[in-house]
Structure formats: structure tokens, C-alpha cells
T-cell receptor, first 113, second 112 residues
């Protein structure tokens, strides 16, 4: 069955620490991968997406993610987090040309000032 | 440009009742998808519509249904409500399937 899993439920970091949030997917065939973020009191919004091409994808606010096909992973990274990165992060995937998006359970990131 | 609009914002129902939620996508967006968000299960895909046709459906019982109108507005209906249906129901729209999703604020449904 198609699924997305995120390893960390809650991550707490200090400002300037490096971030890596894990995401693994289980999909057959072509897969499109996404990271969405939900800041407190705001809508879900897209951070970055991967469809094809360069497996290292750069998104907004200094985030990047690397697609590793052999590991079925799409981990999110940021070299130096800020207090304003406190939010919930969702990894998501869909297949082919569909919008049947499957989301991971989410990782809550708390950045201490 | 107005964002995705969902109405109502909050809803309280009792078990056994039915409910209809509405979603107006961003102007020009033809793809609308629905998600259920709960603390325990996270975000779960309900269904996706494009040009008034349901393209995909998630693993939800038949009590959950939806439709899309010619102006791309969409409704979802839940019949015979159960306590476990209490959740935030999110609607998202995109220009085309597979494109970036824009989410609404959601409808918070409480079933008593």
C-alpha cells in the first residue's frame, strides 16, 4: 500500500543547530515528493517538491531535501534553524499525475531561542 | 487573489446526523482534494476531484462522499456521523493535479 512515514514525532533544537527530518515512502512506479509546513495558526504551505531531475531540491526559507531512490527517502534539511522555523512539518507523496496525496504523521519542530 | 475558502469554520453535530462541508478553490484552480486531519491519524486523503470527476478516493467508508460543480467548487458529505468523525477537514486546490496544493483553513467538525 502507498504510504509515507516520518521518523520523528517531536524534535527540539536550539537556534543555529542543523536540522534533518526523516521521511520514507512506499510507492510503486513514479512518485512525486513534497514537504509541507504548518506554522502556528497558519495554513499548510508548500516548502519544496521533487518530481524528477536533480535529487537535491532547494525550497523556501533555506530548506532543502534530498531524494535517495535506493533508500526510498526524502529527508528535509536546514543547516541552521531559526526560532521562526518552529512549526509542524509534513512529508507527502503522490503518484504519477494524481493528487491522491499521502501525508506522513508530521514532525513537530520546536526551536528554542 | 482570494485563497481557498471553506465553510463553515466550525460545526457541532450529534451522532447519526449528516453534514455537508463546502470548499471554494482559488479562482482558476480545477483540482480539489479533501483531507481529514486528526491528532492520532494525521492527514489522511479523502478524495480528489478534477473537472467535476472524482479521480481518486482514499480508504474511507461510503458514508464519506463528495462532488465538484462546474465552477470547481466542491462539497463533501458525511452521513450517519460517528464520534470518530470528529476532525479538521481540509480542502486543497491546485491548478492541475500534481501541482502545488493550496490549503484552506479547514472545517472543525465535532461529533457529540
Amino acid at each position: 500500500a502507498q504510504s509515507v512515514s516520518q521518523h520523528n514525532h517531536h524534535v527540539i533544537l536550539s537556534e543555529a543547530a542543523s536540522l534533518e527530518l526523516g521521511c520514507n515512502y512506499s510507492y510503486g512506479g513514479t512518485v512525486n515528493l513534497f514537504w509541507y509546513v504548518q506554522y502556528p495558526g497558519q495554513h499548510l504551505q508548500l516548502l519544496l517538491k521533487y518530481f524528477s531531475g536533480d535529487p537535491l531540491v532547494k525550497g523556501i526559507k533555506g530548506f532543502e531535501a534530498e531524494f535517495i531512490k535506493s533508500k526510498f527517502s526524502f529527508n528535509l534539511r536546514k543547516p541552521s534553524v531559526q526560532w521562526s522555523d518552529t512549526a509542524e512539518y509534513f512529508c507527502a507523496a503522490n503518484s504519477g499525475n494524481n493528487n491522491d496525496m499521502r501525508f506522513g504523521a508530521g514532525t513537530r519542530l520546536t526551536v528554542k531561542p | 487573489k482570494a485563497g481557498v475558502t471553506q465553510t463553515p469554520r466550525y460545526l457541532i453535530k450529534t451522532r447519526g446526523q449528516q453534514v455537508t462541508l463546502s470548499c471554494s478553490p482559488i479562482s482558476g484552480h480545477r483540482s480539489v482534494s479533501w483531507y481529514q486531519q486528526t491528532p492520532g491519524q494525521g492527514l489522511q486523503f479523502l478524495f480528489e476531484y478534477f473537472s467535476e470527476t472524482q479521480r481518486n478516493k482514499g480508504n474511507f467508508p461510503g458514508r464519506f462522499s463528495g462532488r465538484q460543480f462546474s465552477n470547481s467548487r466542491s462539497e463533501m458529505n458525511v452521513s450517519t456521523l460517528e464520534l470518530g468523525d470528529s476532525a479538521l477537514y481540509l480542502c486543497a486546490s491546485s491548478l492541475m493535479p500534481r501541482e502545488k496544493l493550496f490549503f484552506g483553513s479547514g472545517t472543525q467538525l465535532s461529533v457529540l
